[in-house]
């Protein structure tokens, strides 16, 4: 059978979008020449038509015909079927309008009228299986229409335009036709024409070169394209009757026929530099090709096949497209004498000229697309500025007569924070005088990051601007001389990355060691030159860019090994060298812990503690669960770096630990720096002592992936990195399960006697770091009591954002194992956790940190000033209840209020202090209404929607009266002159740090203030003393303010506010008393 058809490739909407994008085609061929007499269009036939196999019929009665045959059509598996038929339709599936052909499982032999013809086209719509074709006997069996786009056939060559994911398009055959043959599975044809008038003037893009020499005009063969309204340049393509020659190669871009500038589809982005290499961004609207020349030599041609052919066939992409380009070394600089280029953009024709002429490979046709002419400027090639080495010269290679090493400097090429360029070498006895002849210190781009020992690796940064490569030698035997190919080479070809490399090299063991004498070393970074020399430019004769620098370097004489002992109780326990006691070779990155120090011998003790008298470096190992017989245990090993673990516990207690046995509980097992989480299995047949330890080793080393309990290593080599030696204590297997409880108050389902949330202890499975047993429920105001209880393990959730109504939450889950994850938070307060209120439904959950998000109902938090309580247990049953046990996992409890900063479970003048240090610092802490940004929005949350005040209300007691003035003068801060010395409780509403009449007018514009406390006396400027101290019988009014007089009511009461207490800092009098009464008055008008 052949090929199945596409059953779900495509469907009908899909073909009625690709029709309609399409269905001007036949009107743009019309354009390009076409007329009803050159095409077959099947009009003349009778809609529902069939033709099988062997049935003939004519296809058009007047002008261009053809007797049209039905033969039997090949399967993509070779099969030759003959049940296949044609359908005569006028659903327009071809692209074309008026009737079509369905063609199904056949083939359509055309015999034409004239026969030969000269080029073919044809439309179709291509929408499934397998398709046949044949041009001059030459049969072709094939998928899509693409797998021929370029295909020569018959003498022919085939050229598909569009048909590429839109299903119709257009099939063109370039040449003499003398049989046409072609059918598909699903496949639909029309408009079968021949040959292509001249393209009617006006439908043409011409360029705007200067004419003679350049070919622009028609009459000199100007380059032209037939316009295709979805084929060009930039933002789009005009026409023009002829060329538009101009001096600036500007007369397409300001025709006065067209106001649309179309020269805008090609743009420089570096200089033209002869010798260089030159970027360009070319705009396209869609898939092409782009052809383009540069007049380097400024003849007055371009020239093909040269240096100034730029971009051949190039092809594009729809869009941006970014381009390089060589610049020939001898193109002629005029940096303020143009030249011109040329630019021709086309999906018809891959290969142009830079005329009218078509390549003899092309179809002879007008090519579609557009072409734009551009001045360009060629720059003079700037001098080469060179940077040298400054090693001393004689022995060493450094100054250009000794074939001293040398870099063309290029500004993005270089090691440190730049380089800068000499003249000559530098040599000086120190390496240094590089350093010292500019403005700064270029030889700052390697920095040896651990000591020179023969026989060990050293480390090295070496800091680079860019990628590239790295060749260095250091002359480690003193002799004057860097020698490629030896140990003195210790980078060759070494890539570099963009910014800081931390890199590694071995020091030769017969360096010669010189603590007071240093050596030298050399160090050359390029990107054009992967190997390099310690001499001269480069081994190609070129000059390399980049940096070379010179170093000096001391080698150190090796020091003594000091070992790690262990310190468990000697005999029966190997300890000391003289029993075979384990040992390892301090490398000062390797170790368990903190570090490691060494020691001259073992140091046994009945606690196994001698290694952690004089400073504990047994500290890499902790047990986080009991070591109980038939149960898992877990345990923390902290290392410093990669490498291997192997351990031991004598678990039967007779005083020795044996390899190959229950009690290896690590063999070979792969540390990563830092915190390692283990476990291992306790044999059923360990012998429990509650109150009589048995003892650990701990052996931690990157050179050796297998230890023994005893001595070295089985190579016979000193490992490096640690060992530890620590107790154990086995314990009775216990007869009930240990259970993790919550800490909420009991309402919520805490204790056994509530029936509360429990979980039966897993040391696989918690939330955070860690879990600890309760035996019953530990309720507490601000579920704590099970953060307190022995060590702290409520640490796996926590709250990333504010729990806003209406707003969605997110939550940082920690999670030690793949599990499920039900939650709840009492969003409306009373006490218990209701259905409506659970925020998680058996969430699946991985191993680490999930980061998971809920949705805070509108009506959530009614008092917004008392926490929100909510519960997570992590199992892996799921479908918990907030209620009950589970047979495995970890309950936490948190309670969680809003604005409350300083954690003291209260809402409160320092909690709107610390929010303005938020707000000044863009710190998304204050993020308290869960808007994603930190701003003086959420400090009007924190006072309007938590605290449920008002600006003003400086002693917050949910009231802005005049006892919160008294208070704000009290305090004396009001303008004067400090810094940041004022609080919210001392008239800082605006998070300034000041008390000013912007908080006055902050404070009055909130619309919160009540009048008149009780009396009281306040200091107030000596200007307003009288005007407040006047008992005056003038009626007191109140100014009508209704909504829309909002504005001007603020502005009336700053003016107040300037009134009584002025504007000029410095002509305030000192402060005279006034009573509350009299400052009321004053206020009044505000």
Known sequence: MSRQKKQTRRNKNNRSRAIRALESLEDRQLMA??????????????????????????????GFQAKVTGRPFEWSNGVMFAGGQATVESGNSSGATGQDISVNNINLDFNFSAAPVNDLSMQFGEFGGNLNIAINGDFVNFEDFQDINGAVIGGTTISVVNGFGQDT????????????LVGGQELWIDHICTGEDDVPQGRLDYGDAPDRPYPTLRANNGAAHIIDPEVYLGRGVDPELDGQPSINADGDDSSPAFAMDDEDGVRFLTPVVPGGTTRVEVIASTDGYLNAWIDFDRDGVWTNGTAENVFSAQPLNAGVNLLSFNVPADAKPGPNEATYSRWRFSTTHKLLNPDASIPDDQDGRIPNGEVEDHLVFIQDAPRAELDFGDAPERPYPTTLANGGAYHKINPDVFLGRGVDADPDGQPSPAAMKDDLDAAFDDEDGVNFLTPLVPGQVAQVEVIASTDGFLNAWVDFDRDGDWQPGTSDEIFFAQPLVAGSNILSFNVPADAKPGPNEPTFSRWRFSTTDRVLTPKEGSPTGATPDGEVEDHIVFIQEAPRAKLDFGDAPERPYPTTLANGGAYHEINPDVFLGRTVDAEPDGQPTPNADGDDLAFDDEDGVRFLTPLVPGQDARVEVIASTDGWLNAWIDFDRDGTWTPGSPEEIFLAQPLTPGVNILSFHVPADAKPGPNEPTVSRWRFSTTDRVLTPKEGSPTGATPDGEVEDHLAIIQDVPGEPDYDFGDHRDSYGTTLAANGARHIINPNVFLGQLIDAEPDGQPSPFAQRDDANTSDDEDGVRFRTAIVPGKVSVVDVL????????AWADFNQNGVFEPNEQILTSVPVTAGLNSLRYKVPDNAVPAPTRPVNTRFRLSTQGGLAPTGPARDGEVEDYSVLNGDLNHDWTVGIADIDLLCGLINNGDMTGDLNNDGVVNHDDQSYLVHNIIGTHYGDANLDLVFDSSDLVQMFAAAEYEDGIANNSTWAEGDFNCDGEFDSGDLVAAFADGGYVGAAKPVVVPVPEEVASEISKDSDEPTTELDQPEDTRGR??????????????????????????????????????
């Open 33 to 62: 020449g076409h007329t009803a007499a050159d095409c077959i269009d099947f009009e003349d036939l009778t809609v529902g038509n069939t033709y099988v196999v062997g049935d003939s019929f004519v296809a058009d009665n007047t």
């Open 1049 to 1086: 009511e603020i502005v009336i009461r700053s003016m107040a506010i300037d009134e009584l207490f002025g504007e000029d800092d410095q002509d305030r009098p000192k402060n005279h008393n006034a009573s509350q009464d009299a400052l009321d008055r004053v206020f009044a008008m505000i």
């Open 169 to 180: 398009g257009v099939l063109n055959v370039s040449g003499s036709v003398n049989q046409f």
């Open 815 to 822: 999670s030690s194992a793949d599990a499920k994850l039900d």
